[in-house]
């Protein structure tokens, strides 16, 4: 199985660079700006799971009744959910002023570093949005590359278009999150963000425009949908447990950022919740503090793992994979590519813990 997903991802790999090599002879990227090329380029061909597009090929590829399609105008298509995810992370990267995105710098620090204006300006952050708006008009343009009726493709645009609107919905609530107090929210207010900024477009829009492009009916859409937020919701704890536990070398960026920046993820909400008077105090002295020293994230760390924050959370992700594997089992779906869906959901996501608290 893992040679046919890495087989996927080589052809998904080459129909990015393919299509943004051919959307710069259509469009003279270049000639516009050869640093709005090569930086985008670098942002986008990055090592990465690929999650999305594997999961719009399979679903496709699971129910397409054609014997005989285009596999490179099929890849091509599945493209476009990475664009988007591109976008998301370039304008998710300007509002958190990030660093780092996939071990290298954000788009916006690759635009400080190779723009170099007369007066020294610092223009980085503007650029990136451009070139995430920019991004995001190729992701459409990519997913109408597919071969099929205009009544399909207009359907898969219109998802793709939802889900683009439901994660912004998501970053605006996000933001807004960002500056109550974690008294002023709800499990209920976490888990919609997490639907919204993960859920919906990491897994529920790939799975619903593969399989709307294939012809799917619509009671088996809504097997996919349920099955992609639940997925979502799980693999966005298990995101929350890497930032608390991992190492930088494991995911690629710092550690302990969601601290940092007061992130009131599920792990720190039930954390707060569960502690005594005694630590909730001692924990919001260290969470809303604007500069957190190390030894504060550790504190912070060890409170959530006191509380039961942490064995909680790790029950309720559980319990979130195992509605996606009785999801994925119902489905009506060719035998080999469901199989190859179950992988990419939980070997390729989370399916365990690799560290310890």
Same mark, same amino acid.
């Given at each position: 199985m893992n040679h046919v997903i890495n087989a996927y991802i080589k052809k998904i790999n080459a129909s990015l660079k393919h299509f943004l090599t051919d959307a710069n002879r259509r469009y003279s990227l270049g000639i516009t700006s050869d640093a709005l090329?090569?930086? /985008?380029?670098?942002?986008?061909?990055?090592?990465?799971?690929?999650?999305? %597009?594997?999961?719009?090929?399979?679903?496709?590829?699971?129910?397409?009744?054609?014997? /005989?399609?285009?596999?490179?105008?099929?890849?091509?298509?599945?493209?476009?959910?990475?664009?988007?995810?591109?976008?998301?992370?370039?304008?998710?990267?300007?509002?958190?002023?990030?660093?780092?995105?996939?071990?290298?710098?954000?788009?916006?620090?690759?635009?400080?570093?190779?723009?170099?204006?007369?007066?020294?300006?610092?223009?980085? =952050?503007?650029?990136a949005i451009v070139a995430g708006d920019i991004i995001f008009a190729l992701a459409i343009e990519s997913l109408l590359s597919i071969d099929e009726g205009m009544e399909r493709k207009e359907k898969a645009l219109k998802n793709l278009v939802q889900a683009a609107a439901y994660t912004g919905a998501g970053e605006f609530i996000d933001v807004v999150f960002g500056h109550k107090t974690i008294d002023q929210l709800s499990e209920?207010?976490?888990?919609?963000?997490?639907?919204?900024? =993960?859920?919906?477009? =990491?897994?529920?829009?790939?799975?619903?425009?593969?399989?709307?492009?294939?012809? $799917?009916?619509? %009671?088996?859409?809504?097997?996919?949908?349920?099955?992609?937020?639940?997925?979502?919701?799980?693999?966005?704890?298990?995101?929350?447990?890497?930032?608390?536990?991992?190492?930088? @070398?494991?995911?690629? @960026?710092?550690?302990? =950022?969601?601290?940092?920046? /007061?992130?009131?993820?599920?792990? $720190?909400?039930?954390?707060?919740?569960n502690s005594k008077p005694d630590e909730k105090k001692r924990f919001r002295e260290i969470f809303e503090k604007n500069t957190k020293t190390v030894s504060d994230l550790e504190d912070l760390r060890n409170i959530v793992v006191k509380s039961g924050s942490?064995?909680?959370?790790?029950?309720?992700? /559980?319990s979130l994979q195992e509605e996606a594997t009785r999801l994925v089992k119902s489905l009506k779906m060719k035998k080999a590519y469901k199989k190859a869906l179950e992988y990419v959901i939980f070997k390729l996501s989370p399916s365990s813990m690799p560290f310890k608290p």
């Open positions: 090329l090569r930086s /985008s380029k670098d942002f986008i061909l990055r090592k990465g799971k690929r999650i999305r %597009p594997l999961l719009f090929v399979l679903s496709y590829k699971g129910y397409t009744r054609k014997t /005989s399609y285009s596999d490179k105008r099929l890849f091509t298509s599945a493209a476009s959910i990475e664009l988007l995810h591109d976008f998301m992370l370039i304008h998710d990267d300007v509002i958190d002023n990030s660093d780092l995105r996939r071990g290298k710098p954000t788009l916006h620090k690759l635009f400080d570093h190779n723009i170099h204006l007369p007066d020294k300006a610092k223009v980085g =952050t503007s650029l209920h207010d976490i888990f919609l963000t997490y639907t919204l900024k =993960t859920a919906k477009y =990491t897994f529920e829009c790939p799975l619903l425009m593969g399989a709307i492009l294939a012809g $799917v009916p619509a %009671p088996e859409l809504k097997k996919l949908s349920q099955l992609g937020l639940a997925a979502g919701q799980a693999f966005q704890i298990y995101d929350d447990f890497l930032d608390l536990f991992a190492t930088k @070398k494991t995911i690629g @960026k710092p550690i302990l =950022t969601d601290l940092a920046e /007061s992130k009131k993820t599920l792990l $720190v909400f039930k954390a707060y919740k942490y064995d909680y959370c790790l029950k309720k992700m /559980s």
